[in-house]
């Protein structure tokens, strides 16, 4: 069975820069057929596709944060990550690893529980 | 403003069958999908494509698209299925984007 799990810090300060990685396990990131990406949820709001990245390193962004977010793959550990800079208190969140395919489908079948960070001073 | 728009809140009468609706331009070229997410819990897949529900997912579930609007039908709704949907579709540039949601409530 495919699972994903988020890690990475809690709490971040204002301006600095978050950087989460999610671990799969159960199946190879490499993979053919299948992206990874990262969404992310404010608290009480709706889902937001941020970033996703395919085993080769083929990249795509979400155009409205694509200037502060970089997604990257390490296949050798079976994890990507997210990097996300200049952050204010809007970039809080819960943010989610998902699997999604490539096809017209395009569907997110397997997410990780979610990582809730907050961005504070 | 979110490219796919969706209902903020529906009710069902429990029994009784809901449609949940998702419009927007990119669903005349790309499926829809379909998520539904409990409070505090992840979001999980539960339909997707012209005719295709995951294993696991109850059958009272189904989906459909006329023109640019995708709609995901519950018949039978069932308490357990109170809980908010997101549709979710790509485009032509590989740009992924969800629904607003839409909170259903079962009487």
């Known amino acids: 069975q495919l699972q994903l799990q988020e890690s990475g810090p809690r709490l971040v300060k204002p301006s600095e820069t978050l950087s989460l990685t999610c671990t799969v396990s159960?199946?190879?990131?490499?993979?053919?057929?299948?992206?990874w990406g990262w969404i992310r949820q404010p608290p009480g709001k709706g889902l937001e596709w941020i970033a996703s990245?395919?085993?080769?390193?083929?990249?795509y962004y979400n155009p409205s944060l694509k200037s502060r977010v970089t997604i990257s793959v390490d296949t050798s550990k079976n994890q990507f990550s997210l990097n996300v800079s200049s952050l204010t208190a809007a970039d809080t969140s819960i943010y989610y690893c998902?699997?999604?395919?490539?096809?017209?489908?395009?569907?997110?079948?397997?997410w990780g529980q979610g990582s809730l960070v907050a961005v504070s001073s | 403003s979110s490219e796919l728009t969706q209902d903020p809140s529906v009710s069902v009468a429990l029994g009784q069958t809901v449609r949940i609706t998702c419009q927007g331009d990119?669903?005349?070229?790309?499926?829809a999908s379909w998520y539904q997410q409990k409070t505090g819990q992840a979001p999980i897949l539960v339909f997707y494509?012209?005719?295709d529900r995951p294993s696991g997912i109850p059958d009272r579930f189904s989906g459909s698209t006329s023109g640019n609007t995708a709609s995901l039908t519950i018949t039978g709704a069932q308490a357990e299925d109170e809980a908010d949907y997101f549709c979710?579709?790509?485009?032509?540039?590989?740009?992924?984007?969800f629904g607003g949601g839409t909170k259903l409530t079962v009487l």
């Open positions: 998902a699997r999604h395919d490539i096809t017209i489908f395009g569907r997110f079948d397997y």
């Open positions: 159960g199946d190879s990131i490499s993979k053919s057929a299948y992206y």
């Open positions: 990245i395919y085993y080769s390193g083929i990249t």
């Open positions: 990119r669903l005349r070229f790309f499926y």
């Open positions: 494509g012209k005719n």
């Open positions: 979710s579709s790509r485009d032509t540039n590989n740009v992924w984007v």
